[in-house]
Structures are given as C-alpha cells and as structure tokens.
C-alpha cells in the first residue's frame, strides 16, 4: 500500500542458536574488528600529519611507524570483520542488506577503494623504508580510508530507518543527508586518532631503554599524547553533537531502557573524562608511565560501553521504525562450537604473531636471513 515502508520478509530459515548469543557474539567479534578500524584509519591521519613535519628525523620516523602498524592492521581488521558482519545477517540481514542494494555502487565500490588505500600504504611504507618521502600516498589513503568509513556510516544509518529508504531510491545522495552522519563520522574518526597518538606514545615509551634514545621517544610520546588529549577534547563535543542528532523518538526510547541501556552510556562517557583526566596529566610520558598506561585502559573501556550503547541504539531504531521481528530458531551446538574453538585459536594465533612480531629483533648477516 502507499505510504508502507517495503520491508523485505523475515527469512523462514530459522536461526542457529538464541538471538542473545548472536548479539553477544556480534559485540565480542566488532570489539575486536573496531580496534583494527582505529588503528588503521588513526594511523592513516597520523602518519599523513608526521610525513608533512619539515623536521624530517622527527615526523619521517612516525610516518615509518605508522605505514608498517598499518599493513598488518589493515589485513587483520578485514579479517576480522567476517563474523560480526556474518552475525549481522543472522540478525538483520533483511534491513542490512535492503540498505547495501540501495546504495549499490557506492557499497561495490567499497572494494575497490578499500584495495586502493591497502597498496597505497605499501607504496608508502617502501618508500619510507628506501628514506623516500610518502606524504602523497599517506594522505591518499587517508582519504581512501575516510571514504570507507563514511560509505559505512551512510549504510548503517539507511538499514535503521527503513522510512528513507524510499528517498535514497530516489537520490543515493539522500542517504548521507541524516543528521547523524557527519557526527557518527567524526565521532569514529576521532576515536581512531586518540587511539593512534596513545598508541604512538606507548610505543615510544616501550622502546626508549637507552639515554641517548629518550630525547627523542620522548618528544614522539609527548606528540602523541598531545594529539590524543586533542582528539578527545573534540571527542566530547562531538559527542554531544551526535547525542542531540538522534531522532527524538529514539534517544527517548533508549533512555527508557533503564539502566539496562542508561548505565553503560552513562560509564561510557565518564570513561572519557577520565581519559581526558590522565592524558592531561601525562608531562613526561617516560617517567610517568602510569598514567598513560591508565589512558590506554580508560580508551579501551570507553570504546567497549559505547559499542554496547551503539548496539543497543541500533536496536531502538529498529523497534521505532517497526520493523523488528522474532526470527524462528533451532538451535545447532555443535556448530557453535566447532565455530568459538576455530575463532578462540585464530585470536590467539594472531596475539602470538604479533607479540612476535614486535618483539623478535633478528641479527644482521646470512646467516640470520
């Protein structure tokens, strides 16, 4: 009928298990794929920024840093971004998709883009490594990355609100007019940035034993922690932006949620300002390591109750909009199972490689080769 948003039918193939265990398994498997986002697209802005310094034995070295994390980071994260989004379609894969066939060329092209800023960031990290400058490819696949992120953000909008979809039809452009965008964008973005400059310390502290090395990890780590204070100072405001973005009827559902969906938004922000709190107080990272160490714990909380209170937005414009729906289920354990061994030992393979990695130093020679 006019007027009745076209929602796909629910699929008569029942889910595998309870949809509670696939929410929980979608947020454990996106945790672990968001922080691959912020690395790598924190790490494309950052090492943009240290290829521009004009102090080249200070931002040239960053920028190295920053493109070798990044190719490694970049194939993790898609690696791991499989199963939240096989998790997605589980759960709402008749809203998902609908929004990913709308915005077709956009969702297509995605790959394309995507492989673009991967050899963009080899090209750069060869470049550095042969003591070539690379701020063109770095800030290339910034863009390439940031182009990504907003392709995302634009789909994951369109799949809530099933009422724009007619307007998208009509306009793909339409899909990226909602006033949440620009501040949902920023907000990743942001987040992306704090974890790449506390991660840039961090480093820099970890490998700073020697005296005639502590000059310059610590003008690297005092870097970093600057940019992180920065971004999350922007984090906030952004942050209130986007709250004061959502539609109305859904910010008011997810605060009578209780404290079911108010106590981890509420956590989440207090999480920040303690963030904010310790990357302040940090005035010489080396020696005060505490207090950096504090700051890369308060981000990775903060990041954890916000994902929680995404997921629990996300499930509020779904009921807003009408279109959830209790799927049948037949539950399948052995499958459940043979899927959490394979996924348990591939993490742990993957914390293995990359503690590896960062710590094994190979000597020079043949020999070694």
């Known amino acids: 009928m006019p007027g009745e948003t076209p ?50 034995a200070f931002g040239r070295p960053i920028a190295r840093l920053f493109a070798e994390v990044s190719t490694w980071a970049i194939a993790l994260t898609i690696t791991f971004g499989i199963a939240p989004l096989l998790f997605l379609q589980v759960l709402h894969g008749r809203l998902f998709y609908s929004a990913t066939v709308i915005l077709a060329p956009a969702w297509l092209g995605l790959l394309l883009v995507l492989m673009a800023a991967y050899y963009l960031t080899y090209a750069a990290k060869y470049r550095l490594r042969a003591g070539k400058e690379a701020a063109l490819p770095l800030a290339l696949s910034a863009l390439l ?56 310390s961090w480093l820099a502290v970890r490998r700073a034993p020697a005296a ?80 950096l160490r504090r700051a890369l714990e308060l981000f990775g909380l903060a990041m954890l109750l916000m994902l929680v209170t995404r997921h629990q937005l996300r499930d509020v414009y779904i009921d807003v909009a009408k279109a959830g729906a209790a799927p049948a289920t037949a539950a399948q354990w052995g499958v459940f199972a043979i899927f959490l061994v394979s996924f348990v030992g591939c993490a742990a393979l993957c914390v293995v490689a990359l503690r590896r990695s960062a710590t094994d130093r190979p000597g020079p020679g043949g020999a070694t080769a």
């Open 145 to 200: 990355f940031l182009a990504v992120a907003a392709i995302q953000v634009a789909v994951h909008l369109l799949s809530v609100q099933p009422g724009r979809w007619e307007a998208a039809l009509a306009s793909p452009w339409a899909a990226f007019s909602d006033r949440a965008f620009l501040p949902r964008l920023f907000h990743f973005v942001l987040a992306g940035v704090t974890l790449a400059g506390i991660l840039l």
């Open 7 to 56: 929602l796909p039918a629910l699929d008569p193939m029942p889910i595998p298990g309870p949809p509670w265990l696939f929410h929980a398994l979608w947020l454990v498997t996106f945790a672990v794929h968001v922080v691959g986002v912020n690395v790598v697209l924190g790490s494309a802005i950052l090492g943009t920024f240290a290829s521009l310094d004009r102090d080249r």
């Open 212 to 291: 005639e090395d502590r000059a310059t990890a610590a003008a690297r780590a005092t870097w970093g922690v600057k940019i992180a204070l920065l971004a999350t100072l922007l984090q906030l405001v952004v942050g209130l932006w986007l709250t004061i973005s959502v539609p109305r009827d859904v910010l008011l559902g997810l605060m009578r949620g209780g404290a079911a969906t108010m106590a981890p938004f509420t956590l989440g922000i207090a999480a920040g300002f303690g963030l904010l709190v310790f990357l302040a107080r940090v005035r010489d990272p080396i020696a005060d390591r505490s207090s």
